[in-house]
């Protein structure tokens, strides 16, 4: 080999090269800074689990894909309370067997990821809620006692949320679910939950799934509240 062909295969090998370490080192943009935790790999399992299985009542929960590297941490009460105190965060309540919950949750996570938003602080409280009905009497009736933790969020999310349907009595409020609430320095900026245009198209039948234009309208409802929290 003469000279000129060494030089030339030299520089051939040390693009080579670079473009290896380049591809080694460098970090791919669909998980920025997020790692795979144990939370994260649970929410995956709990809501991706349901995939397509029959709820036993005719209907097929509908099959959701949830990143691995998901911001999702498993909270509990007192730590809610405390960012609604005096912290800065979002929080989901939510539940895997929620088919309003099944359509939100993807769009609510790759929001997050999107805008480098983490943790989302998770807690499923649909045994913890209250059920309440009215008698033919017109007396409100107390079926299922709520916990008293779901019932100190009620009362301190009152201004937010809205009427426990069927009660006719505007002083009952009822954490429905899907709940999203933006947190800013104790202060809730707002509290989303189904989104509105695709529960008027589905007609109360959330085992459809939300179309591109919905999942975007609800991913930039999110991204609002992503934005206010920075």
Do not use: H, Q
């Amino acid at each position: 080999m003469n000279k000129k062909a060494k030089v030339i295969t030299g520089v051939i090998v040390a693009i080579i090269l670079v473009i290896m370490g380049y591809f080694m080192f460098s970090k791919k943009d669909d998980g920025p800074s997020y790692t795979i935790t144990n939370d994260s790999l649970k929410f995956k399992e709990e809501y991706e689990g349901l995939n397509g299985k029959d709820n036993g009542n005719g209907k097929n929960y509908l099959s959701i894909d949830i990143k691995s590297y998901n911001p999702i941490s498993y909270s509990n009460y007192e730590e809610i309370f405390d960012i609604l105190d005096k912290g800065t965060g979002v929080i989901y309540l939510g539940f895997p067997e929620c088919p309003w919950c099944r359509n939100l949750v993807p769009v609510l996570v790759d929001s997050a990821l999107e805008e480098k938003v983490s943790p989302i602080y998770y807690l499923n409280i649909s045994s913890d809620r209250n059920t309440l009905s009215l008698t033919k009497k017109g007396k409100i009736k107390t079926e299922k006692k709520g916990t008293e933790d779901y019932l100190k969020l009620v009362d301190i999310l009152k201004d937010y949320l809205p009427v426990y349907d069927g009660l006719k009595d505007d002083s009952i409020k009822r954490i429905y679910l899907p709940t999203v609430i933006f947190v800013k320095d104790g202060k809730v900026l707002g509290l989303e939950e189904t989104l509105e245009s695709y529960s008027k198209r589905v007609d109360g039948n959330p085992y459809l799934e939300m179309n591109d234009s919905e999942k975007e309208e609800l991913s930039n409802i999110f991204k609002d509240y992503y934005a206010k929290l920075k």
